[in-house]
T-cell receptor, first 114, second 117 residues
């Protein structure tokens, strides 16, 4: 068990809808990262938050947004969903925002768009 | 853009043999590397890491080797067991002054390891 909790585990919805994925980092970790894993793109970095503030952005679509709350949990919001958004979405956490430290991953949310 | 790639998409080994999974990275400025194991239905699980000022690091049954000259990373698993069957990813981070996002990981495509009993 990595200590990172993601909910829900599975999400099925239709095109055009909006969903929210939730992540609770490991106790003591201040930094949260979101990644998308699809069959054709592999694991891709989306966005990073550190202690409530956005720290870095990767390949995140404008239809996607995220935030980190004062209790350090994070939410990833996906809107105007398209079939191509079907993927596994992982959250990872680390102690602080610097590199040279491992990130620990949750078990992901599997998003299926019908 | 920078990418991390794997030489072999699949690797099949006999139980008890040693396994070697290889990875090529493209950014010579990368200073930190991690190996992850991903089992079906689970998230990537941290195995071992290595910083660029080292060329070898050992863990329990695993060893990571880093060759900066040829930008190559390998994961060696000793006495491979059926429980080692999974997809293995290497990942790298970039230091901030090269423009890379602070701390985010760049993953390779993954190698599927199958252990035959």
């Amino acid at each position: 068990d990595s200590g990172v909790t993601q909910t829900p585990k599975h999400l099925i919805t239709a095109t055009g809808q909006r969903v929210t994925l939730r992540c609770s980092p490991r106790s003591g970790d201040l930094s949260v990262y979101w990644y998308q894993q699809s069959l054709d793109q592999g694991l891709q970095f989306l966005i990073q938050y550190y202690n409530g503030e956005e720290r870095a952005k990767g390949n995140i679509l404008e239809r996607f947004s995220a935030q980190q709350f004062p209790d350090l949990h994070s939410e990833l919001n996906l809107s105007s969903l398209e079939l191509g958004d079907s993927a596994l979405y992982f959250c990872a956490s680390s102690v602080d925002s610097y590199s040279n430290q491992p990130q620990h991953f949750g078990d992901g949310t599997r998003l299926s768009i019908l | 853009g920078e990418s991390v790639g794997l030489h072999l998409p699949t690797l099949s080994v006999q139980e008890g043999d040693n396994s070697i999974i290889n990875c090529a990275y493209s950014n010579s400025a990368s200073d930190y590397f991690i190996w992850y194991k991903q089992e079906s239905g689970k998230g990537p699980q941290f195995i071992i890491d290595i910083r660029s000022n080292m060329d070898k690091r050992q863990g329990q049954r695993v060893t990571v080797l880093l060759n900066k000259t040829v930008k190559h990373l390998s994961l060696q698993i000793a006495a491979t067991q059926p429980g080692d069957s999974a997809v293995y990813f290497c990942a790298e981070t970039e230091p901030m002054n090269y423009g890379g996002s602070q701390g985010n990981l760049i993953f390779g495509k993954g190698t599927k390891l199958s252990v035959k009993p």
